[in-house]
């Protein structure tokens, strides 16, 4: 039983002593761990989410209904399954075998500030890749290599990065009528076009689609 | 220092510190607010609009790569707005943000400031991130242009707000909003040393109480013991546990109780506050209904309906539905409000429509006799429109607020992943105030909290005040039923009242009812008692006793208690406003708004929009101002003048400036050019607002003064300016009428109550507030007066008012005296709330020197209180002087017996309608049209004195109806439908009857002769009729009229006793009866007619205060206004 903070264990490692440590999530279990690794509470109540709505799919009964022993160990297994599932699925959206966790996100976020490449970008193009507001398919080779090199990290966990859910769309500050509107993602072209850069310094960006 | 205070002066000091750097951008606001963002380290870029960056909104601010971008089409002003908006998140937010939850802050602007989206503003403007957005416009006010500047702009420099606008580039509306701050509102008091949380330590119960864990908590917290202090220990106990603040979930029921849940929260974990989520239930409500709306099969941006938006969507609705009971044809929303408040019940106790509808007709079926028959067929009708209502709602993709709790529930009991996720989500629950919970939210919170093994919850049972709205005790005397296993601690020690205080409650709280399973009472106190300090003086009569209070007052402040650490406590506004009477003669400051829309200050202005609307009367009130100064024969002839030329409005007062006196004319010409300058067709807001800072209108008398019913009365249009701008006011037509209709509805439903609160700023005013019981709750003051101690006051007696609940709707209410019983129980508890806010002083007051009479409640307090027998009284320099009045010459007046039966109603109606030539109908209703239209119909059918035929009243109807019908209106096909069954029934009902012209019938009354015409005279079976004709249904008390009895006494004058019939007759009933009136009663009228007859001639036209009947009075917006010039001969 996990009782103490431990900040040398990776995600990865969090999730599977979770996993093992119950038979099946509960509040209670998820608060404990959640408690003893604070830094992965966010990736630990998305995982017990999914896990519980897993297990809720299979078993047809509510997560308070006690579960025989048996159906215990298949349901573990396939909350296992799940996990594996959710590890393939980011890999294979990301044409990456890296995951990122919550943290390592928030690394990668943090180096588009202030950053400086060759050809130049402005802000604007910064933050929409910071937000990932870009469609990933539409950027040249040249560019993300270049990108990965200005905040001083790969190719492969720029494109995991790049390509990983939106942070677009949660619950946010704003004073308006209505909530803002879910961002489309935008071309590498039109993320260009749309900057405030020079007419010369957006041709020497789209050439690198050449 | 308030928050508020402590960011207008952040952005004050921010903004002096860069015009120190740079005095020259002291006058250029776009480019100190960009040099601010880039001080604070942010760039500054523009997009094109459209781009995703913005994602539909004007500008964005993101906190994590120190970008802020704009919308390019924005430049100058608005940009500086924007931005600034985006400097105060910069300023006031960023140590709260860390990077795992980094959000962009979206800012647009609006056309007017800062608006609240209409019927959401009382459920979500209390979240934290709502709160946030208000901190960074107040900040963006501040910084751009600070109140000072503003009061040296306006009043020293006396430049309007566009010249002031112009000269700083500011935008129009943030001046005017900033200019009603800095004018309005009491300045803050700055302290000398900053404000510092008390580290004072946690005694042991409340230790135990922060603790305590593995097993769902109640705390039982008395009057005065730190019950929010705890709750803000607990959650700091709970984040130094690592528990992660996003888990953490706090509710509570009103959005008071929350505002300062939240105050404290921020203050005391400012890094971790705003991930908590702490508000109201039905905020959150309002949060898991816009996250799941697709389950609830509902829009993401789901609406919100308050009570009048309610009335409103069910009025047209009404005649869709066979309605017997509740079908009227004069007044189709009269019970809508007594219907929706039993629908919110239900919703309370959660009943839905169907189950409402089971329960309605299991009651119909048992009904014993007639009388709860009929009962019962009025709940199965009110089963019928509830079930159309949430059809509607659904359709509408709309929710009320029961529905917030109750639709809530039912999807986290029929969808268990949504359940499931909620409480993975929120694995720690807080309640705060946890006795006003009523069934449904105690539903909820079952719900979110599974076992309960991590809830916690705190209140206090014995101060459960919101029993009309199924708040009890119960739930709290039935926790450890609710929650196995839960354990109940109680907070000891009171730190807020002296020992005898103390007691006095103490022994009280032994013989509530809502002590019952709740622990016992047993607080200790560290505070010592002083001299006296609990008293019970006693006086001969009420005004001994008002005049004893006002001297009660000022022997404290005498003794070193400042009139604002005194309250006085009332269970009624009634109550209040009559003290408040007394104190301000006594020339006590007082701290009291009353009845908010009867307010002078508050109708002068809604007089103004009433006038831009078209209603001429409204000059009666606007002529007054300062500004214009018009006296009472100049208005009169403008009156006359657009009567005879049939003009309206502004239309009549431009055609009116020559014919008024020479001494009038430069008033009248103000007048009209600061009125047509107005936009009458802008939102109300901007109309008054460039009435006030632009045009000045009232605005320098309203400065001029600096006491405290002066403060009151800048604080009263300061409130109302705020309505105006949150108001929702949907639908077609002029936003002007449907903002005067709002107030009208907000005043007959006696719903003004958030707008009689005093607001924060004004609470250092040196004055003695006056207020409500309900609204004391959770605060205390230094001496508490309570006025009118006596048997019948308080315990109030319980009015037995139909009650269309069927049984079975609300849990353990099945018993003959369940009402009776829960009554009685708040009452114990508005006692008790009430003396609990006493810290050292607690002072009763009772009109009879004989303890018989005094309060029952008294009883048990005797122990402890000094009794003064004669006590002294405040003396008063002079009486209410009555106004004079100015009325046309009294030779011309005819008496006439209809307009005599509308002086009983209410003598200044009668002025206004009768004596001045203002007419009586306010026609911005529907179904007023529609009536008028009949009226009309009927009264040339009377003036031929022959039989029409259907066919010509209906020609005639058709021609009215063109003419000052509801042409175009939604609905207008039913209402004409509805106005010719009307003329159906008028020729049904009067065949069998000779009818002939009806000529006046006199009568004598006093000295006088008054003639009374009735609607229909006819010859039936040798007895004359005399038949009065109305087009909707009887009242209850139909033959109290006092038209009849002078219906019947012409009768006896003209025809003789036995020779003639009085009928009543009602389209709307179908209905002709025979009226009688017995001769005491018709003696007894005859002496009210006279009275009022020599009224009329004493020029006594007081007013006649009725909640329902003011509202929909033609004259509400001026009345009481009188001309007080005497004529010029």
Not at chain 2, 444 to 465: C, N, P, T
Not at chain 2, 927 to 942: N, T
Not at chain 2, 983 to 990: C, N, P
Not at chain 2, 1023 to 1042: F, H, M, N, S
């Amino acid at each position: 039983m996990t009782t103490a903070q431990d900040t040398t264990m990776d995600l990865q490692s969090v999730l599977y002593e979770f996993r093992l440590e119950n038979e099946t999530v509960t509040p209670a279990a998820l608060d404990t761990i959640c408690r003893a690794y604070p830094h992965f509470a966010k990736d630990l109540t998305d995982f017990a989410i999914q896990w519980v709505l897993r297990d809720l799919a299979l078993a047809g009964a509510p997560v308070e209904t006690p579960i025989a022993d048996a159906a215990v160990d298949a349901i573990v297994g396939l909350a296992m399954s799940d996990l594996q599932n959710r590890l393939y699925k980011r890999e294979k959206e990301a044409r990456s075998p890296v995951v990122l966790s919550s943290a390592d996100e928030a690394e990668i976020r943090s180096r588009f500030k202030n950053i400086e490449m060759s050809p130049p970008i402005d802000r604007s193009i910064a933050a929409s890749l910071q937000r990932k507001l870009v469609e990933l398919e539409t950027i040249p080779r040249r560019f993300l290599e270049r990108l990965a090199s200005a905040i001083k990290s790969d190719m492969p966990t720029l494109v995991a990065y790049l390509s990983s859910s939106s942070i677009v769309g949660g619950m946010r500050n704003y004073r308006a009528d209505s909530a803002p509107q879910a961002a489309a993602r935008m071309s590498y072209q039109d993320l260009v076009e749309r900057s405030t850069l020079s007419q010369e310094k957006k041709d020497d960006l789209l050439a690198l689609n050449d | 220092m308030k928050t508020f205070d402590i960011i207008r002066q952040r952005a004050g000091e921010l903004r002096k510190h860069y015009t120190d750097v740079k005095p020259v951008l002291a006058d250029r606001p776009l480019d100190l607010v960009l040099f601010g963002l880039t001080e604070q380290g942010f760039h500054v870029s523009p997009l094109p609009t459209g781009h995703p960056l913005l994602e539909g909104a004007d500008a964005t601010l993101d906190w994590e790569t120190e970008d802020v971008f704009f919308d390019s089409r924005y430049s100058g002003p608005d940009l500086a707005e924007l931005l600034a908006h985006e400097l105060g998140h910069v300023d006031l937010h960023k140590p709260v943000v860390d990077v795992e939850t980094l959000e962009p802050v979206f800012v647009t602007l609006c056309p007017l400031p800062a608006p609240i989206p209409g019927g959401l503003s009382r459920v979500q403007g209390y979240g934290v991130k709502e709160r946030r957005e208000l901190q960074a416009n107040v900040f963006a006010r501040e910084f751009l242009f600070p109140r000072q500047v503003a009061r040296q702009f306006f009043l020293g420099h006396q430049l309007r707000s566009s010249q002031i606008a112009h000269q700083l580039k500011l935008p129009t509306g943030l001046v005017r909003m900033q200019l009603a701050d800095a004018l309005l509102l009491p300045a803050p008091v700055v302290e000398v040393e900053p404000s510092v949380t008390k580290a004072v330590r946690l005694d042991r119960s409340q230790q135990a109480a922060v603790e305590a864990q593995g097993k769902p908590i109640l705390v039982e917290a008395g009057p005065g013991t730190g019950k929010t202090r705890t709750l803000v220990k607990r959650v700091e106990k709970l984040i130094r546990d690592n528990v992660a603040p996003e888990s953490i979930l706090i509710l509570t029921y009103s959005n008071k109780a929350a505002a300062e849940l939240l105050e404290r929260l921020s203050g005391a974990l400012p890094n971790v506050a705003s991930k908590v989520w702490a508000g109201t239930f039905h905020a959150f409500g309002l949060e898991v209904a816009r996250r799941f709306h697709q389950e609830l099969a509902a829009p993401p941006d789901i609406g919100v309906l308050d009570q009048i938006d309610s009335i409103n969507l069910l009025e047209h609705e009404l005649k869709n539905l066979s309605l017997k009971h509740f079908r009227n044809l004069w007044n189709p929303t009269l019970h809508l409000p007594e219907i929706l408040s039993v629908i919110s019940r239900a919703k309370d106790e959660m009943i839905n429509a169907a189950q409402f509808e089971k329960l309605a007709q299991a009651a119909l079926k048992s009904a014993p006799d007639d009388k709860a028959r009929e009962l019962a067929e009025q709940t199965c009708e009110v089963a019928q429109i509830y079930q159309h209502y949430e059809q509607l709602l659904k359709s509408r993709g709309e929710v009320d607020f029961g529905d917030l709790i109750m639709r809530i529930n039912e999807l986290l009991i029929e969808n268990i992943p949504i359940r499931t996720m909620l409480q993975m989500q929120y694995r720690h629950i807080l309640v705060d105030e946890y006795q006003d919970v009523n069934r449904a939210s105690v539903r909820m919170v079952q719900l979110l909290a599974g076992d309960g093994s991590r809830l916690w919850v705190v209140g206090d049972g014995r101060q459960s005040i919101y029993r009309f709205r199924g708040a009890s005790s119960i739930n709290m005397a039935r926790f450890e039923q609710d929650y196995a296993g839960g354990e109940r601690l109680t907070l000891q020690c009171n730190y807020r009242s002296t020992p005898a205080i103390v007691g006095l409650y103490t022994g009280f709280s032994t013989q509530m009812a809502a002590s019952t399973g709740l622990a016992d009472l047993a607080l200790h106190t560290e505070r010592l008692d002083v001299t006296n300090g609990a008293q019970l003086r006693c006086f001969e009569s009420p005004r001994e006793e008002a005049l004893g209070l006002a001297a009660s007052i000022e022997e404290l402040k005498a003794q070193g208690v400042a009139y604002k650490d005194q309250a006085v406590l009332g269970l009624t506004h009634t109550e209040l406003a009559a003290v408040a009477e007394v104190l301000a003669q006594a020339g006590i400051p007082v701290l009291y708004l009353g009845a908010f829309f009867e307010r002078s200050e508050v109708r002068d202005l809604l007089c103004v929009l009433d006038l831009l609307s078209g209603r001429l009367s409204a000059l009666l009130r606007v002529a007054h101002f300062p500004n214009y100064g018009l006296d009472g024969p100049d208005v009169y002839r403008v009156l006359d003048h657009a009567k005879s030329e049939n003009l309206y409005g502004m239309e009549a007062v431009e055609a009116a400036v020559s014919l008024v006196s020479v001494e009038g004319q430069p008033g009248l010409k103000r007048m009209r050019d600061d009125l047509l300058a107005l936009d009458r067709h802008s939102h109300p807001w901007q109309i008054l607002s460039e009435l006030l800072f632009e045009r000045r209108v009232l605005i320098d008398s309203l400065l001029c003064e600096s006491s405290v019913d002066a403060t009151l009365r800048r604080i009263a249009v300061w409130r109302l300016l705020r309505f105006v701008l949150e108001s929702p006011l949907p639908g077609q037509g002029s936003r002007t009428r449907r903002l005067l209709g709002r107030v009208r509805q907000l005043s007959r439903l006696k719903n003004d109550r958030d707008l009689r609160q005093i607001p924060e700023e004004a609470g250092k005013i040196d004055a003695v507030t006056l207020m409500t019981v309900h609204a004391s709750k959770g605060l205390e003051f230094e001496a508490v007066h309570l006025p009118r101690m006596e048997k019948g006051k308080i315990p109030r007696g319980m009015k037995y008012d139909r009650l269309l609940v069927p049984t079975g709707m609300i849990a353990g209410a099945d018993g003959p005296s369940w009402r009776k019983e829960m009554h009685d129980t708040e009452q114990e508890c508005l006692y008790f709330v009430a003396v609990s806010r006493a810290r050292t002083w607690l002072r009763f007051y009772v009109a009879s020197k004989e303890m018989e009479k005094n309060s029952v409640f008294l009883s048990g307090a005797m122990l402890w209180l000094h009794v003064m027998t004669a006590p002294p009284q405040a003396t008063l320099d002079s009486g209410i002087r009555a106004a004079e009045g100015w009325y046309p010459s009294t030779d011309s007046r005819q008496f006439n017996g209809t307009h005599i039966n509308r002086f009983k109603d209410c003598p200044r109606r009668y002025f206004y309608t009768h004596v001045l030539p203002l007419g009586g109908i306010q026609p911005d209703e529907v179904y007023v049209k529609a009536h008028a239209c009949v009226q009309s119909v009927l009264r040339g059918a009377f003036a031929s004195g022959t039989e029409p035929t259907m066919e010509v009243l209906l020609d005639e109807l058709q021609q009215v109806w063109k003419k000052s019908g509801p042409v175009g209106a939604a609905y207008e096909a039913d209402y004409q439908k509805i106005s010719e069954e009307a003329l159906a029934t008028f020729l049904a009902l009067s065949q069998g009857t000779d009818w002939t012209l009806a000529q006046p019938l006199l009568i004598d009354i006093s000295t006088e002769k008054m003639q009374v015409i009735p609607d229909q005279l006819g010859l039936r079976n040798n007895q004359y009729v005399l038949r009065r004709i109305r087009t909707g249904k009887p009242a209850a008390k139909e033959a109290d009229e006092l038209i009849y009895t002078l219906y019947h006494l012409a009768g006896q004058t003209t025809f003789g006793a036995g020779n003639y019939l009085v009928e009543a007759v009602h389209l709307g009933a179908h209905s002709a009866l025979a009226v009688e009136v017995t001769k005491r009663k018709q003696e007894n009228r005859r002496v009210t007619t006279v009275e009022s007859v020599r009224a009329i001639l004493a020029n006594h036209f007081p007013v006649a205060s009725n909640t329902d009947g003011c509202a929909r009075c033609a004259h509400f917006f001026l009345c009481p206004s009188l001309l007080c010039t005497p004529e010029k001969n």
